[in-house]
């Protein structure tokens, strides 16, 4: 597997297939190709011709895989420090090395060369094919799910502890109190609750309303929100789209005004989240001369 067509040679569209590299990160193979590449070995440079190389855009390593290198009768052996590839007749092919956590190639062929990494696998062990350093980079939000989601104050002084983590202290800073949602879910706490049995018994006893969005392409009117409103009773709904978060109050009203008005009922209760979409001096002056009361769920 590679990342860039323009280093293989008859390349031409495949059958789909999908890949999960190390990070998780699911990507899928457009094309593949042949890859002829001059690969160091115990007796200088040895050529190596690649059949069927798939191309994953926006790998930034090139992947050779063991397992089918074994069902083509050649042979692995990782040692500590070096990594051989041998033929069937135990010959040595091919000698490469360990660095930053993973065994690469020394290559040159009909590309510019390019750095890679590899992982191996329980499945599928792999040799990335470097010309140069052999360790991609990995980031500072890797290594904290690596370490089950610890704080950036814990990981700094892990940092400083162990050898292997080549990382620098402001990557981890750049992190700090960016939204992680594992992070978030897992520190919810709540307070004790009893559930409700009580249901509103005419129509607008108690309105429901909440906001979606940002989609991720506009209307043609350049709409990219919806706000929802319901009543509790009659679960009748009204959609509004809307340009921008700020317009989610004014909508509510608006609904709420002419619902009012066609039934000849008052709102009694409105309930939404508590998103500042639903806060502002006009909006509170407007609920405070209705009469109406506000109930705001969990942050």
Known sequence: MCGDAKILTNVRETYPVSVTIADGTVKRAVARGTAVLNVQGPRGSTPLT??????????????????????????????????????????????????????????????????????????????GTAKGAAAAPVGAYVWHQRFSHA???????????????????????????????????????????????????????????????????PTPEGYRYLVIVIDGYSRFKAVVPIKEKGH??????????????????????IRTDDGKEYSGEEFDTWVAAKGIERQRSAP
């Not at 202290?169 to 992070?183: H, T, V």
């Not at 309105?207 to 989609?215: E, K, L, R, Y």
């Not at 909508?251 to 002419?258: E, G, H, S, Y």
């Open 151 to 217: 704080g950036i104050d814990s990981l700094i002084r892990t940092l400083d502890a162990v050898t292997g983590m080549k990382l620098a202290r402001s990557s981890l800073e750049g992190i700090r109190g960016a939204p992680c949602e594992p992070c978030i879910a897992g520190k919810m706490v709540r307070a004790p609750y009893s559930a409700s049995t009580a249901v509103p018994t005419r129509v607008l006893a108690i309105c429901h309303s909440d906001m979606a969005g940002p989609m991720a392409e």
């Open 50 to 127: 690649l059949h069927d190389v798939f191309v994953l855009p926006g790998m930034s390593m090139s992947l050779l895989s063991v397992q089918t290198a074994a069902r083509r009768g050649f042979r692995t052996v990782f040692k500590a420090d070096s990594v051989l590839v041998e033929n069937a007749a135990g010959k040595v092919l091919m000698t490469g090395y360990a660095a930053g956590g993973v065994y690469a190639l020394k290559t040159g062929g009909n590309g510019d060369g390019h750095v890679a990494a590899a992982v191996g696998t329980v499945t599928d062990p792999v040799v």
């Open 248 to 269: 989610a109050k004014t909508a509510l009203m608006r609904v709420i005004d002419a619902w009012e008005t066609k039934t000849e009922r008052k709102v009694e209760v």
